[in-house]
Structure formats: structure tokens, C-alpha cells
């Protein structure tokens, strides 16, 4: 089976930083891109970052460009989510997500299938 386990969220101050760790059960590692995603009460699901772990291509939407950086470790068969200068407006349950889609560049969450639980980011002001 495929599962995906996020973990790293919390309760942090504006300004403040996070990590979100994004483990991957069940996929051959390099084969499939990962992305972040995110949804907050009300919106709808949207893409955060984006990354391709065979060759290192990330994608980031523009509102993190800057702040927030994707990364993957293969022998951890992980990738992460370093989150800086945090404004309320993260605040959102994040979930990470698997794609085999040629299309899996634009972040778009209808292009990733296989999804982990999400883990609660909160910024307070």
C-alpha cells in the first residue's frame, strides 16, 4: 500500500519557522513527484511546492516563493518543507502528496493522487 506520513506541524508565532517532513511508504522513491499542499477552513485545497526527487526540479507557488523551500532525501525516502518568516495567512492543515503525472510541475492537487493524513500548521499574529 501507498502511505504518505506527514509530521512537523504546530503552533508558532508570525515570523517564526517550521519543517514539515513528508515520509513515503510504498512507491519506488524517484519514480514519483511530491508535492505540498494545503487547505484552510473554508478554502479550497491548493498547491504549495513541488519537487521531482529523480533530478531535483522543485516548483514553488508564488506566494512562498522566498520563504519556504522543498527539498528530498532519498535514503530517508522523505521530503521536506522548511517554512520561514510564517504569516497567519499559512495557517492550514498541510498535506503532502504523490504524483506520476507529466503534469505534476504546476502543483495542482488534481494531478497527485495519493495523499497523506496533513498535519496542522497555526501562526499566530
Known amino acids: 500500500d501507498v502511505q504518505l506520513q506527514a509530521s512537523g506541524g504546530g503552533l508558532v508565532q508570525a515570523g517564526g519557522s517550521l519543517r514539515l517532513s513528508c515520509e513515503v511508504f510504498?512507491?519506488?522513491?524517484?519514480?514519483?513527484?511530491i508535492g505540498w499542499f494545503r487547505q484552510a477552513p473554508g478554502k479550497e485545497r491548493e498547491g504549495v511546492a513541488c519537487?521531482?526527487?529523480?533530478?531535483?526540479?522543485?516548483y514553488y507557488k508564488d506566494f512562498v516563493k522566498g520563504r519556504f523551500t522543498i527539498s528530498s532525501d532519498s535514503a530517508k525516502n522523505t521530503v521536506y518543507l522548511q517554512m520561514n518568516r510564517l504569516e497567519p495567512k499559512d495557517t492550514a492543515v498541510y498535506y503532502c502528496?504523490?504524483?506520476?503525472?507529466?503534469?505534476?510541475?504546476?502543483?495542482?492537487?488534481?494531478?497527485?493522487?495519493?495523499w497523506g493524513q496533513g498535519t496542522q500548521v497555526t501562526v499566530s499574529s
Open positions: 502528496a504523490t504524483s506520476t503525472s507529466i503534469n505534476w510541475s504546476d502543483c495542482e492537487a488534481r494531478n497527485y493522487g495519493s
Open positions: 510504498g512507491f519506488i522513491f524517484n519514480d514519483v513527484a
Open positions: 519537487i521531482s526527487p529523480s533530478d531535483g526540479q522543485r
